[in-house]
C-alpha cells in the first residue's frame, strides 16, 4: 500500500532491479522472453518498493479493462440492490470491478453514460431496473450485454429474470396445501407485467385444483400498504357466503396492508384468513403483524448467476439469447399457517 | 455509439485525415504543436468515422483515470444509496465515473479492494458506511480520500456527515412549539453514537427552554418497529401524572411502532400525544398512522457536496481534516400537529 505522496514507477523498479523498464513490463505481465532469474528479480524490487502496475498500461497491454459496466434505468433501489450484491459475488472473485451509471429513466442522461461505458472499454454490460416491464434494447454494442430483473424488448439480447408466475403458482399451492378454499389476487397497477403475470400463475395454480379466481375478488390498486388497507375492507364488508379465506398478495407491501385491515376489522390472520406476500422484503415481511409467509425472488442468487453468464461471454463462450426465467421459493412465516 | 464488432482505431481516423497516428493523437488530446487546420482535419474525420478515444490511452497521457472509487464498510443500503446517488450528481456533471466496492464490514476484503482501487488509478476515494460510529482510517493514501456518512478515527482525516445533535432539537423545539410539555426519547441501542448524540441534541433543545428529560423517559432498546410498539405500551402504562405528551425517536422505524402502539392502546396521536421520527425514510414516514413527522438528514445533498470537496480536491485544492457536520431539516407531517 503507498503511504505517502510519491508513487514508485517502473523506472524506480528497473533501477533497483539493474534493468530497462521494458523488461520490467515485460516480467510483471508475465510476457516476452526473459530468463527466470531476471523476472524474480524484477518482481522482488517491485515488491521491496510497493510498486502496483499501473492498470491503464497493463490495460492497453491485455486489450481488457477488467471493468464491467452496470447500467440501471432507474435508481438503485431495493430490487436492484440485491441484484448488485450478487453480481459483486461473483465478479470480485474473478478480479472484475464494476463501474456503476444510474441513467435514472432519462433516455439521455443512460446515453451520454452508455457512451462513456464504451469510450472506457469495459469488458461487458450488466443492464437492471426496477421495472420487469420490458425496456428498450441498448442496441448492438461491440461486447456482451446482459438485462437483468428487467428485459430487453430486442429478442435478440439476452435477460435474465425470475419467474413470476411460478412464484404465484407456489403460493397459491401452499395456501391450497393448509385447506383454504376460496381466493382473492390483491395487487398493484394492472397495466404493471408483474401483476399480469403473478394473477396467471395464481389461476393456473387454482386450475390445477380445479379452481377459479373470480374476477371480483381480483383487486388491482397500487403497491402500497394504504391499497393493502382498503382492498381489505373491500373483502371483509362482502356478505358472509362471499367471504373470502386466502389472499395472495402482489407485494409484501400490500400484503402488510391487507393483514393490517383485516385485524383491525376483527379478522384473524391466519385463522381466519391465510396471506402471502411477494418479494420477501424484510423491512416490510418481518415487522407485519403477523410476519408475512411470501415468494422471495432470490435476487442476489440472479444476480450472481448473471454475472456468471456475462464473465463466461466475455471470455470468448457464447450468451444466448431470449428472456431466462429463474424460479422463485417461498419462505414460510406465520401470516398462512392456521392454528 | 459503435454499432458492430468493429471499432474505428486511431489507424482508421489517421488514414482518413492523412496524418500520421502520432498526430491523431496530439490533435484529439489538445496537446502538441499542430497547425489548426491539421487538427480540426483529424477531429472532423474522427466524427465522420464514429471514433472515441481509447480510454486506458487517455489515462496514460494526462496522468489521471478520471474515476473516483466509492467503498463502502457495510452494503449499499437505504443509507448510503441516497449518498450515492448525490455523489454520482456531482461527478456526472464532470464525467468521471464511479468504481464501487462493497467491503461488506470485511476488512480482509476491504484491504483487497483498497489495493485494487489504488492499482486502478482512482483519481479520488470516497469511504462511506451505514453506521455514524467512527471507523479506522484508511491510512495515507497517494489520492484525496473523504469519508462521508461514516468518520474516520483519525484526526487528520475528513469526514462528512449530518449533525444528528442539531437534528433531535429541531425535533424537540417542534415539539414545544405545538404546547408538549412533558417528553420521551425512544431509540436504537445506547451504544450507537447515533442514540447518543440524537439524546444530547434533545437534551440541550428542552434546556433551552428550562426543561430535562427525566432519566425513566429515555427508553433505548432496537432500531425496530417491535421497539416502538414495546415502548408505547411502557409509556401508556404509567399513572395519568406522569403521562409524556411529546416523544422524539431516533429513527422512523421506531416511531412507527410507537404510533402503532399507542393508536391500539387508545391513545390519540397527535390529539393526545406528538410523536416525531429521525430519517425521513419514506418506506416508513408515508404509511405509517398517522403519516410521520421526522428528522431529514438530507443524505443527497450531502453525497453532492462531499463529491464536489473531493473534486476540488483532485483538481488540486486543499480538502482539510476534522469532522464537518451538515444541517438537518424538519418534515412536518400529520403525526405531531394537534388539532
Redesign the interface.
Known sequence: ???????PTVRDVAQLAGVSPGTVSKALNGRGQLREETRLRVRSAAEKLGF??????R??LAGR?Y?VGVLTSD????FT?PV??GI?DSLGAG?L??????GRGDPLRE?HY????????VDGLVVTGRRSDPRRTV????IPVIYVLTRSDEPGDLSVTYDDAQGAELAIQHLLSVGRKRFAFVSGPPGHLASRLRRQGAERGLAAAGLTLAPENVLLGQW???WGRTAAGLLVRRPAAERVDGIFCGSD?VAR?VADGLREAGVGVPDDVSVVGFDNWD?MAE?SRPPLTTVDPNLTRLGQESASLLLAAIDGGELGTGVVLRPCELVLRESSVPA
Chains 1, 2 share one sequence.
Open positions: 500500500m503507498a503511504t505517502n505522496g510519491t508513487t502496483q502496475p499501473n492498470h491503464s498500461a490495460s492497453l479493462t471493468t435508481s438503485f433501489g431495493r440492490l448488485m450484491e459483486e478480479q470491478s464494476t463501474l456503476l451509471c444510474d446515453r452508455l457512451q462513456e461505458l464504451l469510450n472506457r472499454r442496441g448492438r454494442l461491440p402500497s400498504e394504504a407491501q396492508g423491512v415487522p
